[in-house]
């Protein structure tokens, strides 16, 4: 697995000791849909039974976070296309070994912003998929769900993120203290998508007890062995816990940190009280006990007691 390296740059937070007391809030993290793609040959580019491309975010392969199609498949963009203009290269034997991701219908997206998805005709007169001008591919070799076995290759082949650019590029893992409308004081990554804490977990000693489907709703966030750079959040609150497949996930005040697979954007809370347990992190460590006007209320308490969370926001979660 590529490991990053962790940088912590903090923001000075005064009264680090008071800060750890006041816990209310978690924030969620953005999840982006499968892309196109599905077969298991290099025809593979289109969303199979449904007549409509997904594009999907995921953990594939050590790379962090990577746009992967409604199975699972990678995806990738080659560095010999072009992003400005959108133009795709990769045609005959090459598109065989890359099958080119195919729009079908209107293209489906999950944490990604929709904003960024765009076409381009190929040589063909098809249209390909472009993330961020990028157009981008599956790679035949990768014979099951995330495998990643066209990173690197030709030093021209790469994973791609959810913001269009190169996956597993030592990117810094980057927290910062942010206001999040109709929740209040919230903990945002890099790519400004709210992040969450699950009351089910515990801070001290800190646990992550989300695996398996729960992770997928609620995807971990991961060190990598990367440095975490902060921002308006105190170093002192900052941790890690090892979680049940041996991966580093960064803690907040000692709660494991997540985001929300329904975000599409950056700024949404959708978690926000999911099932009475998920909740904004605010950057004391807290849970947000946001309201509409923005407001919050504190928890003294290590593990937030039921009577403070807030109502489930319905179904469709999985019961996470």
Known sequence: MLRTRVAVAAASVAAGMAVLAACSGATAQPVIAPAAGSGGGPAGNTAAGSGRTQLVTADVGGLGQVITDKDGFTLYRYDKDSAKPPKSTCDGDCAK??????????????????????????????????????????????????????????????????????????????????????????????????????????????????????????????????????????EKLLGSVKRADGTEQVTVGGWPVYRFAKDAKAGDAKGQ????????????????????AGTSSSATTQQAPASQQAPASGNGYGGY
């Open 273 to 292: 009280g999911v099932n009475g347990s998920w909740f904004v992190i605010e950057p004391n460590g807290c849970k947000s006990g946001g309201t509409a």
């Open 97 to 234: 070994a890359w099958p080119p991701v195919i729009a079908q219908g209107d293209v489906q997206v999950q944490g990604v912003d929709k904003s960024m998805v765009g076409t381009v005709k190929r040589g063909d007169g098809t249209e390909q998929v472009t993330v961020s001008g990028w157009p981008i591919y599956r790679y035949a070799k990768d014979a099951k769900a995330g495998e990643a076995k066209g990173q690197g290759v030709g030093g021209v082949w790469f994973g791609v993120n959810p913001t269009g650019g190169k996956a597993g590029q030592a990117a810094a893992v980057k927290l910062s203290a942010s206001q999040v409308s109709g929740v209040g004081p919230a903990i945002v990554d890099q790519e400004g998508f709210t992040l969450y804490l699950f009351t089910k977990d515990s801070k001290k000693p800190s646990k992550s007890t989300c695996d398996g489907d729960c992770a997928k709703t609620w995807p971990p966030v991961l060190s990598r062995g990367a440095k975490v750079e902060l921002q308006g959040i105190d």
